[in-house]
């Protein structure tokens, strides 16, 4: 039980320390690809904000996923292939990633914070999602003069979203849509008398564009996911990012669709007027003021013009995907495990091999790969090593049982010598255990 709870204390922090240097990186990465792709368009930089975003979510667990499913390491130069062996008994030693020994103390006080700062945000999420439902459930249905009533059926044959309803309510301060399965637009009390047609035209054209892109449900599973790294500061930026782009582009789908962008850029200034000046609402809903970057989408809307060919297109989107996946893959070459440094032993003077008296087999936490020496040819083989794995889980000792070449023994005990294990236990306490690896080189 208490080897269990360690092991997913180790796994929490793994999470936690990767993300720390993880999430800036992939933002770094996220912020040139979107500048490169400038000029291709609002749509694909939103594609950009949202693949950082869910890469910077699930890039800290890859350590963990390799030490679940047994990945192997990455061999030098692709071509070694390392199997690795206890060989004096006890379980077999699998190579997990990287690991960082922290003091037990520390490693489960990372675990404490971050796991407080997850069950904050999800409770902060569950509660916003509720007052959005009963902000729903307490609205009425909005009822709309007859020259109101035509712009309204236009919005909804323009935007496929013949289901929708309009509904007012006298708690909202802006324009908003809720709902997954049957949306509805909200619209504070007094909004339908007090706007024109061509506001309101605007106004509900734009969620209309939400509800056809379905970000309700999008932005719910980007919140959702996103509670796994919400207390960085940086993962909040990337959203803020998503949310702009997201109304920029519901921005594009108005003016190509139905009002035309003069119009769309007054209507929008004038309700931004009316509407900001109250503040955001403590609701879990998206509208046409969901980001707060009015200046950027008027400009987007003077400069829309301006484009680029569909060849320098495709070559602005392969140079923005490589640019974000090849620092996404550089980050998750570079992750790194966590492990507790037991430095509780009682009994670290006596080396015992794995099995006598109940003593467990260390497991290895830690292991660089070993390369085929510069210019072998040959198919490689075994080379057998032997090793005190001593209470805090470091190699000391460690010598050829089993000679397979001068060369491949000295790489081999060069590297074995880096190795970082959990330590042996005997009745629950660390202690040094003497043991054998296999190094076994193949090539694919």
Known sequence: MHNGMDSLACWVATYAVNALWQVPLLAGAGWAASRLLGRVGPRAQHRVWVATLL??????????????????????????RLSLAAVTGGADITAHGGALLVAGWLLWS??????????????RLAWLMMQTRVLVG????????????????????AFGANATGLRTSGTLRGVVTAGARWP????????????????????????????????????????????????HPVTWMVKAQVSATREIVCDARVVETLVDTRTYTQSLLRLAE???????????????????????????????KRSVGRAAQWALAVGGALVLGSVAAAGASMGTGVAAANHDATDTGKVY????????????????????????????????????????GMPR?????????ADFDANALAVVRQYRFKPGTLHEKSVAVRIHIEVNYRRY
């Not at 910077?56 to 070694?80: D, F, K, N, R």
């Not at 900001?276 to 829309?304: C, Q, S, Y």
């Not at 460690?398 to 070449?405: E, N």
Request: charged share 20%; with cysteine; aromatic share 8%.
């Open 184 to 231: 509805v637009i909200v619209v504070p009390d007094g909004f339908v008398e007090s706007c024109t047609e061509q506001e309101f035209l605007s106004a509900v054209a734009h969620e209309c564009a939400h509800i056809r892109r379905r970000d309700s449900v999008k932005n719910f599973l980007y919140e959702a996911a996103s509670v796994m790294t919400a207390f």
């Open 110 to 123: 990372i675990c404490a914070l971050y796991v407080g700062t997850v069950l904050y945000f999800a409770g």
């Open 353 to 392: 091999r794995p099995g006598e008296g109940g003593v467990t087999n260390p497991v290895l936490t830690y292991a660089p790969d070993p390369e085929f020496p510069k210019g072998d040819k040959s198919q490689g083989g075994v080379c057998v090593l032997g090793l005190v794995v001593d209470a805090h």
């Open 55 to 80: 890469l910077s979510i699930a890039m800290p667990a890859l350590p963990l996923v390799q030490t679940m499913v047994g990945w192997p390491g990455s061999a030098s130069g692709g071509t070694v």
């Open 138 to 157: 307490e609205s009425v249905p909005a009822e709309l003069p007859d020259t109101l009533q035509a712009a309204w059926a236009r919005c909804r044959r």
């Open 274 to 304: 009316r509407m900001l000046t109250a503040g955001a609402d403590p609701i879990h809903a998206i509208g046409m003021f969901d980001a707060n970057v009015l200046e950027k989408r008027i400009m987007w809307m003077k400069a829309r």
């Open 397 to 405: 000792d460690v010598h050829v049982v089993r000679s397979l070449k």
